[in-house]
């Protein structure tokens, strides 16, 4: 096989599929014609691709093409769904919402009876509508991998990206041990702080208005967003680097998805950055958490390969994505860019908040591990419940337990990334001290980074930088 043509069309077939995505999720298109991309780049997934990947020693391209056989044969699966989804809309007390503006709506919703009651409602569109489609994507998915040969979508993960999955549960495991005790201590009083319920009364629809905290809005004021955005770039020196190749939007339409995205169209010099403003902190954390991803890929150098700038370990990208989302609990930041002297209620917030993810991600990755292992799937929404209620200490709805799943192990993505950004913030403080944020020398050192791509995984660029192994536990300090 020649490398070289397969990277060529690789590379179209990528940016032509995130275009797509970027045109339909930021609401400016409502066709997402997937399937017309994947048909005119079929040879990059055919069974005679893999096999001749196979000999050689590229595993992300191997990666790419075995993950896109199975993608391929679900995309009319894929794109139905996305359809299905842009067309729900959700019903209460005679009002009805978009199912994907929905969730900003309860997030956004003071009164706890009417978050329970959209709740409900889309967790009843999610059973009846999105459920059968979502059952039979994953059957087709683990045929699919099955043909390839691998026993699981656990094994060809794990064998294709080099990364130890059991390891790595047993670090999540440890540290939902170790947080158990404190677990309800900690999040209580900011759960009070800002919704005036407890643990007792506490339910999964009230936990997106939670993480919203709008008591915290008015130190986060709409008009301070995105010059915030622009002074964290010229304070690490980045403005210079990569004039226009990260584009903004923020604009609001009705069917642009609520959850912020990424969109690296081309990279290094075409990255979207999409934004849908729930209002208040949230907003700041979702703009910085994106500007890391679209940094990091407007960065990249554009001599790499294809698989190192677009492909590869996305904890990477991830950790980088989580130090820019970061400082929005910085003290430091939230003095020099907001004028906040008393950070204490936004940083206890934001512990909080960050434990009941990490949790939720922890006991994500125990269950995703059982349902893409090779046991029979049946029992497995009731594991999901149970796993995630232990782990979260509310009653969580069984509802979401393919729709909660992101493919192949991304949940890995995020753990591995919550570690790596632990260690780089601790290597920019030890550097250039709290306010890294505002010496030009981070931003080089965060260029040199963002200049490989993900041509590393997430422990060798640690392992590089500063010696250290990528532990889960650096997150219990
Ligand atoms: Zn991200």
Known sequence: MDLDDYRQEAEAFVSALDREYYLHFSGRQDEFAIEAIYERHARLFSRESVEALRETDNRTLLKFAAEGYVEQALKDLSAEF???????????????????????????????????????????????????????????????????????????????????????????????????????????????????????????????????????????????????????????????????????DAEPRPNKTPRAFCAPVRVPEEVYLVLTRVGGREDYETLLHEAGHAE???????????????????????????????????????ERRLG??????????????????????????????????????????????????????????DTSWLIDVDPFFYVAAYLRAWALETHLRRELRTRFGEVWFEDPRAGDLLRELWSIGQRERADELLRRLTGAELDFSALLD
């Not at 319920?197 to 939670?210: K, T, V």
């Not at 709409?222 to 210079?240: K, Q, V």
């Not at 990249?300 to 989580?322: I, K």
Request: charged share 30%; net charge negative.
């Open 82 to 248: 996305a359809r299905l989804e842009a067309s729900l809309e959700v019903e209460v007390d005679g009002e009805t919402y978009p199912y994907r503006q929905a969730a900003v709506v309860q997030a956004n919703e003071a009164d706890a009876s009417r978050r329970r009651a959209l709740e409900a409602a889309r967790n009843e569109l999610v059973a009846r509508r999105l459920n059968p489609l979502l059952r039979e994507m994953f059957d087709r998915s683990r045929e699919l991998v099955r043909d390839l040969g691998w026993p699981s979508v656990r094994a060809m993960t794990e064998e294709l990206s080099g990364i130890d999955l059991g390891a790595l549960r047993e670090q999540t495991d440890s540290f939902l041990a170790a947080t158990e005790a404190d677990y309800e201590a900690t999040v209580e009083p900011p759960l009070r702080a800002q919704l005036g319920l407890g643990f007792d009364e506490l339910e999964r629809a009230d936990l997106a208005a939670f993480f919203r905290a709008p008591s915290l809005d008015e130190q986060f004021p709409a008009e301070r967003l995105l010059p915030t955005f622009d002074e964290t770039r010229a304070g690490l020196g980045l403005e210079n680097g990569s004039p226009g190749n990260v584009i903004v």
């Open 296 to 334: 990091h890929f407007s960065h990249v150098d554009r001599a790499l390969p294809v698989e190192h700038r677009y492909l590869g370990d996305n904890s990477v990208t991830e950790g980088f994505a989580f130090l820019f989302q970061h400082l929005t609990e910085d003290p430091a930041w939230l």
């Open 340 to 397: 906040i002297d008393d950070p204490g209620p936004i940083v206890e917030h934001a512990r909080a908040s960050k434990l009941v993810f990490l949790r939720r991600y922890c006991a994500k990755l125990a269950y995703e591990l059982d349902l893409q292992g090779e046991g029979d799937p049946a029992g497995l929404d009731a594991l999901y419940a149970q796993r995630l209620s232990d782990a979260v200490h509310v009653d969580w709805p």
